[in-house]
């Protein structure tokens, strides 16, 4: 027990930081996205996170296909891979920094954090995986958070647009599609090499998109505010956090782990208002609620079972 406990806290400080991370992730790619072409930010920041995950991988010495005997086959792993790409490395990505750039951070925060919800609408379409009737509850708990924040009206100079929490929340189905679709490739493919793929296959499509500008981006280096956003985006909230929770999830377990992303939304709220003057409204409280409150019955519930079925 003893030398358990060490790991064991050093995984809860991990996803402390990781929630920490994620949160001042939103209001930093809003203060970026108001002095730098959207196109463009994207190519930097993802620039970033290519090279740091190159990095952890040679580190780690992960392996990008499964060649052993009982494998699919490579032909089907580069398929997946190809095809997780695109939703994870593109559209996901292009629909959060173009729907980030006409709503508010905090909205972002709290539509994102509904991912779980679509993963679980998805995998019982396509994976046929069991809701239970409380799991049902939560998540129509939840969809009705996500109505009210997407078609709520910010009253402050801020003014969210109903056009970008609508791209939001294209980019969390996104993610669910690319979710469900990384289930059964985990077993040959770890996180960390999946996301440097979808990051890294896709990169030239988003300096297609941002080709345009590209030479202004010698005035992102020449702001160091700018600078420091784009490279924490790049750097800490794909390439450090990422590290960060799969390391908690080894040590505590996926249930424990995703509880904390239930933090996030709540912290980018307070950045946003701390750092870009962006004031929580009505709706987008109690909106929020509703969401988070869904998701902890839903993941209560999956807990409890997950329980049940160990003993």
């Known amino acids: 027990m003893e030398e358990r ?3 064991r806290w ?3 400080l991990s996803l402390l930081a990781v929630v920490l991370i994620w949160g001042m992730n939103m209001p930093m790619m809003k203060f970026a996205l108001g002095r730098m072409d959207e196109y463009l930010f994207n190519f930097a920041r993802l620039s970033f996170s290519s090279l740091l995950l190159g990095c952890l991988i040679l580190f780690r010495r992960d392996k990008f296909l499964d060649h052993s005997p009982h494998a699919r086959p490579i032909g089907y792993q580069i398929f997946y891979i190809l095809l997780f790409s695109l939703l994870a490395g593109f559209a996901y990505q292009l629909f959060f920094m173009l729907g980030m750039r006409s709503t ?4 972002t925060a709290l539509i994102l954090s509904t991912m779980p919800i679509w993963a679980s609408l998805l995998a019982l379409v396509f994976l046929r995986e ?3 009737r409380i799991a049902w509850i939560g998540l129509g708990i939840a969809l009705g958070g996500t109505t009210l924040v997407a078609l709520g009206k910010d009253p402050g100079p801020n003014a969210s647009s109903l056009v970008g929490n609508l791209l939001v929340a294209l980019a969390a189905l996104s993610w669910a599609v690319a979710s469900v679709i990384s289930r059964p490739m985990m077993r ?3 996180p960390i090499p999946l996301a440097f793929s979808a990051v890294t296959i896709t990169l030239p499509l988003h300096l297609l998109l941002a080709r345009s500008t590209l030479f202004d981006i010698q005035e992102m280096f020449q702001d160091p505010l700018l600078f420091g ?6 750097l800490f909230s794909t390439g450090v956090a990422y590290a960060l929770y799969n390391f908690s999830v080894a040590q505590l377990g996926t249930a424990h782990a995703t509880a904390y992303q239930n933090l996030v939304p709540a912290v980018a709220i307070f950045f946003a208002w701390l750092f870009i003057n962006e004031i929580p409204y009505e709706s987008q409280i109690i909106g929020g609620i509703l969401i988070i409150s869904g998701l ?3 993941r209560w519930k999956r807990t409890a079972m997950a329980i049940s079925t160990a003993k």
């Open 104 to 107: 508010s951070a905090g909205n």
């Open 188 to 190: 040959n493919i770890g």
């Open 130 to 132: 069991h809701l239970s």
């Open 5 to 7: 406990l060490p790991a």
């Open 229 to 234: 956003a784009v490279a924490f985006s790049g």
């Open 296 to 298: 902890l019955i839903m």
């Open 10 to 12: 050093s995984a809860e």
